[in-house]
């Protein structure tokens, strides 16, 4: 079964400082791994996610990650924090659940979730 | 860009009451997935249908039904609700095709019972 671990349900920084979210995972195959932001009362956007290939996976709005397989991990940062980043964030990761009849079961589990404020 | 869409946004019902949450994924999408996100909690995965045959199941209650139709709409059923069914619903939807892991998430619906 695959879990996620996310350390620290609550994280705070000043803008302009590092953001730093972290993402363990444990998975019984190589697994795909995604980063979606929540903003209040809004659904899931995806920031960015790792397949394959390159392990330094950039996404939207300067956020990367680095999936490390001997750690387990991919967290997240974002060089300098902006007001706007203020939200919940979720680490998940699917597997290739891949039918034989060609079918795709990519059903996600997510982590409990960190919470990022931003201080002025 | 098409989205996928959810219906209603917001529902509120009384306990023992039904309701029926609706799925229109994107456009070409032939999987369906569910999520509960309870307050506060994280998003739990529920059931997936692919080509109108469920294909995976979760943490789903046996209060809950949900099926995809033949426009590959999909619809979930809850009955008896409980306090506890209170809770942000999602659905998202993938795209036929190889490699493809994506989920595009609807903005949910949010069911408020009373």
Known sequence: ?120 | AAGVIQSPRHLIKEKRETATLKCYPIPRHDTVYWYQQGPGQDPQFLISFYEKMQSDKGSIPDRFSAQQFSDYHSELNMSSLELGDSALYFCASNPPGARVETQYFGPGTRLLVL
Not at chain 1, 25 to 30: A, E, L, Q, T
Not at chain 1, 91 to 102: E, I, K, L, P, Q
Request: hydrophobic share 35%; aromatic share 12%.
């Open chain 1, 1 to 120: 079964a695959q879990s996620v671990t996310q350390l620290g349900s609550h994280v705070s920084v000043s803008e302009g400082a590092l953001v730093l979210l972290r993402c363990n995972y444990s998975s019984s195959v190589p697994p795909y791994l995604f980063w979606y932001v929540q903003y209040p009362n809004q659904g899931l956007q995806l920031l960015l996610k790792y397949t394959t290939g390159a392990t330094l996976v950039k996404g939207i709005n300067g956020f990367e990650a680095e999936f490390k397989k001997s750690e387990t991990s991919f967290h997240l940062t974002k060089p300098s924090a902006h007001m706007s980043d203020a939200a919940e964030y979720f680490c998940a990761v699917s597997d290739d659940g891949r039918f034989n009849s060609g079918g795709s079961n990519y059903k996600l589990t997510f982590g409990k979730g960190t919470l990022l404020t931003v201080n002025p």
